[in-house]
C-alpha cells in the first residue's frame, strides 16, 4: 500500500470503528507481532511471538488473514493455510535477517556440507525454508537442537547471534550462516552498562538476537513472549529490555506500575532500535489492505509445498511448548 494511497484517506474517518467494520464484513482475522505499533497490537484479534502467531496461521478458521508483521511472517501464515487469503499492509515489510541469506549462496553452503542436517531460524524467505530440515524459532530452538542426535552435524541458518547462543549454551558445535538483525545488533554493550550502574536492580531481559556482548548481561534470555512473561513475572520494578521497543506496549498494559528502559543504542537512547520494516504498517495502510483485499501473498506451489515440511516438522516437535493460553497474548476486542 503506497503513500499516496494513505495520504488520501478521510482524516476523519475513524479507522478502529473501520477496521472492525470490515474485518467482520470479511470473516477476516488481524495476527500481530509484538513489534507492531501499539494501535496495531490492541486492534488485533491476536498478538505473539513467531511461534504463536505460526500456530494461530495453520489453526485458523477465518477467510483471509490479515498479517500485522513482516513478509517472512505472513508467508508463513500463507504456507500453513494455503486455501486462505493472506494480506500484509505492506509488501515492503521485509526483515534484515532475511535478506542476510541469499538462496542461490545458501543453496551452494548446503551442497558443500551434503552430511548437516539444516536448521532454519524462521526469519528467513520461503526458498530457504524449503530448502531447511526443521525450521525454528527463538521459543523453540533450544528445545529442538536437545532433541537432536549427539553427532548430528548442523548448519544453522541465517542468524548467526541465535545460532551461536545456542552452540555456547548447549555446547553444540555448528556451522553457522553469518546473518545478523540490523535492530538487535544496534545495542551498544558500553551504553547497557553505563544504565545499569544507574538501575543497579533492573534485571535485563534479551532477545538472543542479540550479540553475545548484550546476551552477557541479561538475566533472562528468550523469545519476545519469554521476555514479556519475564517483565510481567519479576519482583523487580523497573527492568532493561533488549529487543524491539513495540514490546513494551505489552509490558506497560499488563504491569502499569512497573518501568520498562528499552536497552540504549550508542548514541544512549533506543528510538534507533525500532524495527524499520515492522515500522512500515500503520492503522492507515491495515484499512486500507482490509477494504481492497491486498497486497497479497502468493507463492510459488512448489516452494510452498516444500516449505511447509520443515514449518510442520516444527510444529510438531513444539507441541511441549507454551500450549497454555496466553493471557496476555490474546487481545480479542468486540
Ligand atoms: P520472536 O517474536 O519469535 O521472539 O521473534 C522476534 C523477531 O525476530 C521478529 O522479527
Ligand atoms: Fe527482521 Fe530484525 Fe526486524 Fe525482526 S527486528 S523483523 S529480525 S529486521
Not at 117 to 139: F, R
Request: charged share 25%; hydrophobic share 40%.
Amino acid at each position: 500500500m503506497n503513500m499516496a494511497a494513505s495520504a488520501k484517506l478521510d482524516p476523519t474517518l475513524d479507522l478502529v470503528t473501520e477496521i472492525k467494520r470490515l474485518k467482520q464484513e470479511k470473516n477476516a482475522v488481524i495476527l500481530a507481532h509484538y513489534y507492531q505499533a501499539g494501535d496495531i497490537q490492541d486492534i488485533a484479534d491476536f498478538v505473539g511471538d513467531s511461534l504463536d502467531l505460526s500456530r494461530r496461521a495453520a489453526e485458523t478458521d477465518a477467510d483471509m488473514i490479515v498479517f500485522c508483521g513482516v513478509r517472512f511472517m505472513a508467508e508463513v501464515a500463507k504456507i500453513l493455510s494455503p486455501d486462505k487469503k493472506v494480506i500484509l499492509p505492506d509488501l515492503a515489510a521485509g526483515c534484515s535477517l532475511e535478506d542476510s541469506c541469499p538462496p542461490d549462496e545458501f543453496r551452494a553452503f548446503k551442497a558443500a556440507n551434503p552430511d548437516h542436517m539444516v536448521l532454519s531460524y524462521i526469519n528467513c524467505s520461503a526458498d530457504i525454508k524449503a530448502m531447511t530440515d526443521i525450521i525454528v524459532t527463538s521459543s523453540n530452538a533450544e528445545h529442538i537442537v536437545e532433541g537432536l542426535a549427539k553427532d548430528q552435524k548442523i548448519i544453522f541458518a541465517p542468524d548467526r547471534h541465535l545460532g551461536g547462543y545456542l552452540s555456547r549454551k548447549l555446547g553444540r558445535d555448528m556451522l553457522l550462516w553469518q546473518g545478523a538483525c540490523i535492530v538487535h545488533e544496534l545495542f551498544s554493550e558500553k551504553e547497557l552498562i553505563k544504565l545499569k550502574a544507574r538501575h543497579p536492580d533492573a534485571p535485563v531481559a534479551a532477545h538472543p538476537e542479540c550479540p553475545d556482548q548484550i546476551v552477557q548481561h541479561a538475566d533472562h534470555v528468550g523469545s519476545t513472549s519469554s521476555i514479556l512473561e519475564f517483565a510481567i513475572n519479576s519482583p523487580a520494578d523497573t527492568l532493561i529490555i533488549a529487543t524491539e521497543p513495540g514490546i513494551i506496549h505489552q509490558m506497560e498494559k499488563a504491569a502499569p506500575n512497573k518501568t520498562f528502559i528499552g536497552a540504549p543504542g550508542a548514541d544512549g537512547n533506543c528510538s534507533c532500535n525500532t524495527c524499520p520494516y515492522m515500522a512500515l504498517n500503520t492503522m492507515q495502510k491495515l484499512y486500507l489492505c482490509l477494504q481492497n483485499g491486498g497486497p497479497e501473498i502468493n507463492l510459488d506451489e512448489g516452494t510452498r509445498v516444500a516449505a511447509e515440511k520443515p514449518l510442520r516438522r516444527m510444529l510438531e516437535l513444539s507441541t511441549a511448548i507454551n500450549q497454555k493460553p496466553q493471557t496476555f497474548a490474546t487481545t480479542v476486542k468486540e
